[in-house]
């Protein structure tokens, strides 16, 4: 006898039901992601996330198989973008409930898109692993399209770390500090203003993905100064849950971005090489990182130049609304 399933929007109380689930599916999907109740508390409090009306999770026999989130971008000026994700327990799949979730979310997200835009055009838009080809295939079934693909790029941090660099032009390369906060964030504003699919950050989606999260670290982040300017960033972050799984502390590059006035200088180059020379010596035995393989800027050449290497591929894939 199937066992009556129970949809209702998610809340902060689940997060460690959505925390077991995260596991059970990177178990099965090998994707090496992992969260703790914490991290999954942490993004439902995201300030661009209504729980009640943007998630979902899926309850059967007091467990939770499946859930879905639809996150709506607050500004658009050629296209608004509404960012979907949801996964299915590996013991729970092939029942319908992935294809439900996907259908709840399209549904969701075009609603969201009507609401705040509805004279631009709309897009969904989710990453998918790129070995998950069922996944991949449930989701070109409700429309979307591979558009954009991404890197997850690795390096240990061993003997074989290069020494930090230097900047030119007389740029000097200082540790972040609170005071830079709201520059740094404008000098990221400018850097991917022209890198597709972005979308400026308020000052609030700001603390909350960057300077304010758990996982960010001031220690290992670092910004290029011309006078008192912000003329680049790098911006690290350590997650707790990766280091408990792994055994192994990391230190991930969550964001790295060189003002245009500034490109050309060395100091993208300065800012990791120093980021990486610092996390070997606080004790961080692995870099990482995420790259867009089309990024205009020669990200990729760069990090392939300072020791990283490709580990895992996954796939921007797009629905128009």
Same mark, same amino acid.
């Not at 608004?80 to 029942?95: I, K, Q």
């Not at 992935?98 to 709840?104: I, K, R």
């Given at each position: 006898?199937?066992?009556?399933?129970?949809?209702?929007?998610?809340?902060?109380?689940?997060?460690?039901?959505?925390?077991?689930?995260?596991?059970?599916?990177?178990?099965?999907?090998?994707?090496?992601?992992?969260?703790?109740?914490?991290d999954l508390a942490e993004d439902l409090g995201d300030p661009l996330l209504e729980p009640a009306h943007d998630s979902v999770g899926v309850?059967?026999?007091?467990?939770?198989?499946?859930?879905?989130?639809?996150?709506?971008?607050?500004?658009?000026?050629?296209?608004?973008?509404?960012?979907?994700?949801?996964?299915?327990?590996?013991?729970?799949?092939?029942?319908?409930?992935?294809?439900?979730?996907?259908?709840?979310?399209?549904?969701?997200?075009?609603?969201l898109h009507r609401e705040r835009f509805p004279d631009l055009p709309g897009e969904a838009h989710i990453p998918l692993h790129a070995p998950n080809t069922a996944k991949r295939h449930l989701y070109q079934q409700a429309g979307f399209e591979a558009r954009r693909w991404y890197f997850d790029m690795r390096r240990p941090l061993d003997g074989d770390i290069a020494p930090a660099t230097a900047p030119s032009g007389g740029l000097r390369v200082v540790p972040f500090t609170e005071a830079y906060d709201e520059a740094t964030r404008l000098a990221h504003n400018e850097a991917f203003r022209e890198h597709w699919g972005h979308t400026p950050d308020s000052p609030e989606r700001w603390r909350h993905g960057s300077t304010g999260a758990r996982s960010f670290r001031p220690g290992l982040s670092f910004l290029a100064l011309d006078g008192d300017e912000v003329a680049g960033y790098v911006m690290s972050h350590e997650y707790e849950a990766e280091t408990a799984m792994t055994g192994v502390r990391e230190c991930w590059i969550h964001?790295?971005?060189?003002?245009?006035?500034?490109?050309? *200088?060395?100091? =993208? #180059?300065?800012? @990791?090489?120093?980021?990486? %020379?610092?996390?070997?010596?606080? /004790?961080?035995?692995?870099? &990482?990182?995420?790259?867009? *393989?089309?990024? =205009? #800027?020669?990200? @990729?050449?760069?990090?392939? %130049?300072?020791?990283?290497?490709? /580990?895992?591929?996954?796939? &921007?894939?797009?629905?128009?609304l």
């Open positions: 006898m199937q066992t009556t399933q129970a949809w209702r929007p998610l809340s902060l109380d689940d997060a460690p039901a959505l925390a077991e689930l995260f596991a059970a599916v990177e178990a099965a999907d090998a994707t090496e992601e992992h969260y703790d109740a914490e309850w059967s026999g007091g467990e939770l198989i499946g859930y879905a989130k639809t996150l709506a971008m607050p500004d658009a000026t050629d296209v608004h973008r509404v960012y979907v994700e949801g996964a299915v327990r590996p013991d729970a799949r092939g029942r319908g409930v992935g294809t439900d979730l996907v259908n709840w979310q399209v549904t969701r997200a075009t609603q964001r790295l971005g060189t003002r245009p006035a500034w490109r050309g *200088t060395g100091v =993208a #180059t300065a800012l @990791l090489t120093t980021a990486l %020379r610092t996390a070997h010596d606080q /004790g961080c035995r692995s870099a &990482g990182l995420s790259v867009d *393989t089309a990024n =205009a #800027t020669g990200a @990729l050449s760069l990090y392939e %130049r300072c020791g990283f290497r490709t /580990g895992h591929t996954w796939i &921007g894939y797009v629905r128009p």
